[in-house]
């Protein structure tokens, strides 16, 4: 079996060469696999030792308190919540838990650390209202007075628009689950009274009710931030009702006025309005009274667009020289898709 030399030489000299060929294809092979791999995830927020909040202001959704805006879900230029309602605006990055009217406001609605850490920042002394009065004063300190805490593993919760001269905390102190911070208020940019808060991982916005964005179109998610049960999700509804004796400006009822109680008799006529949140397009509100001697009035007024809060109201005009005396009651109610989704009552009374 002697293979001359020169053969021998040409086939040892050629191994290595194929070998190196297909050693190197093979990583090119592997490295192309690799790249068409997604980049590896991060981690999800929920996996990523989140805070376990709890709601930041203490009141009952739905009685003393609403939730007028939710983290924008959507990532282009069009808005929706998590449950895919258009409960939030374009760019949105926290959850507004409002009270219905100033007046609301003046009751002192406290404003409470969602989960324990250390303040970060404060500012106070920024006047409430000052947004409407002149929206150029707000600019840079959009947060009005407010504050931020830090939950340790680049967790941070921010807390705006509180009350002028409310705030409890200083920068460093360690605060825990529930520790006032301050009131409700309407400083900075702020259009009605409630304070903003703001979740962030890493600097980015969390919403605590979907922090890994999933899918709650729907399905609310399981998943969420929040100990126990989540602050009430409410898809719109009936904040107040009341009777006047003209149906007052929307500013009227924000501040917490234009219900009357007792009406005279000579009143030219009976109005019941209805101050309302979360109202789309397609929605009904129906604005029904009675009274003695059978009076009834009844209207149903439809919407035609996404509207975040507005008023609606119906009158009846007097028929005689007097209304009969006594107890009127009414109801406003928001239909949505033929059903009943909330709704108020009021009472007057005219004497003689
Ligand atoms: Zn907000």
Redesign the pocket.
Known sequence: MDLPRGNQTNTSARIPWVRALLVATALLAAATVRADLPPPKPPLPSQSNPPSLVQPADCIIGQTCYIQ?YVDADPGPAARDFRCNPLSYDG?K?T?FAVPTLADMARDVAVLAAAPGRVRGVRDGMEDGAYLNDPNSVKEVECGNGLAIEHGHGWETQYCHLRKGSLLVKPGQEVTSGTPLGLIGQSGLAEFPHV?FALRFQGKPVDPYNPDRRDACAQPPEQTLWTGTPPAYIPGGVLLAGFAQRSPKLDVIGAGGGAAETLPPDSPQISLWGYLFGVRAGDEVVIEFAGPDNIYHKRTNKIDRNIAILSRFSAKRRAGPAWPTGAYTGRVTLMRNGQSLDYKTATTFISP
């Open positions: 805006n949105h926290g507004d903003h």
